[in-house]
């Protein structure tokens, strides 16, 4: 490695210039993982901690979601969920008591942030919510506009 082929990887004069380059990469990439951790676990201690009621109806509505997804995603590789749960040795029902354990936590994290969202009079801007739609529609490769209404 050069100063020939920092020129070539990009904007660069001097490999000591993309090397700085890296290494900022790196130490940015760290401190939002860190940040992200951070995240995560005082939102986990906040499910643990918080006293709050969750309705069954809302875990179960989530959890026949699931399998419609995974059936679905199934059904396009010319799967079928029954002959699926069958090579793993699960039944139905145990596939619904494990959905079912990470519902209950997804239902309670979610009622725990649009609480917090609801005390701290926190609101998204509708433009915000189509720059963001447009964002997660590009990801996909068809049905772009479908997935961005």
């Given at each position: 490695?050069?100063d020939?082929?920092?020129?070539?990887?990009?904007?660069?004069?001097t490999?000591d210039?993309?090397?700085?380059?890296?290494r900022d990469?790196?130490?940015s990439?760290?401190?939002r993982?860190?940040?992200?951790?951070l995240?995560?676990?005082?939102v986990?201690?906040?499910?643990e901690n918080?006293?709050?009621?969750?309705?069954?109806?809302?875990?179960?509505?989530?959890?026949?979601?699931?399998?419609?997804?995974?059936?679905s995603d199934?059904?396009?590789?010319g799967?079928?969920?029954?002959?699926f749960?069958?090579?793993?040795?699960?039944?139905?029902e145990?596939?619904r008591?494990d959905?079912?354990?990470?519902a209950?936590?997804?239902?309670?994290?979610d009622l725990?942030?649009?609480?917090?969202?609801e005390?701290?009079k926190?609101?998204?801007?509708?433009?915000?919510?189509?720059?963001e739609?447009?964002?997660?529609?590009?990801?996909?490769?068809?049905?772009?506009?479908q997935?961005?209404?």
């Open positions: 490695m050069d020939d082929f920092a020129s070539q990887v990009g904007e660069f004069n490999i210039e993309l090397r700085a380059f890296v990469q790196i130490s990439g760290r401190e993982e860190a940040q992200n951790l995240r995560a676990e005082a986990d201690r906040l499910i918080a006293e709050i009621d969750v309705p069954l109806v809302m875990i179960a509505d989530k959890v026949e979601g699931w399998i419609r997804d995974l059936s199934l059904e396009k590789r799967e079928d969920l029954e002959k749960l069958q090579t793993k040795g699960r039944t139905r145990q596939l008591a959905y079912a354990r990470r209950e936590r997804e239902v309670r994290r725990i942030l649009d609480r917090i969202a005390l701290e926190l609101e998204v801007d509708e433009q915000e919510v189509k720059e739609a447009r964002k997660i529609s590009q990801t996909s490769e068809d049905n772009r506009e997935l961005y209404e």
